[in-house]
């Protein structure tokens, strides 16, 4: 576990869910173990860090005792998945400050975007990359 990069999210927020779900499918070489905010593991890592206090407002990806958030991480990130090469090509051009500054926008809003917040249930495979 200490070599994989770990993903803390919100885990009351549907459309963080989703991204992360999203995330564990195409993470097809298993870089990255999730685990939600609200969980004892992802508080324990949050404090640990000194993140607590802005653990409900931005994705966090942590590698060992460092750690990447808002614009920073979703580039961390996008590099280690398979998605689009123009999507890449953008994330990688986009100054940080920028794309904190949408990240940030968009954090304000992004509970009322996806207002159900069911989850589905992944499946095996995902389920692996989740710490619990």
Known sequence: MESKQI???D???GFCNRTVLF???KDVENEFLLVSNLSKRGQEILNSLGLDKVANETLILVKGNKHSVKGRAIKKIAKEIRIST???F???ITPNQLLNLGYSFFSKFRKKIIKNNHCQ???S???N????
């Open 7 to 9: 993903i803390i999210f």
């Open 11 to 13: 885990g009351e927020c």
């Open 23 to 25: 995330i564990a499918k």
């Open 86 to 88: 123009i999507l890449l």
């Open 90 to 92: 953008v994330l990688r």
């Open 121 to 123: 249930i992944p499946s």
């Open 125 to 127: 495979d995902i389920l």
């Open 129 to 132: 990359k989740f710490i619990l």
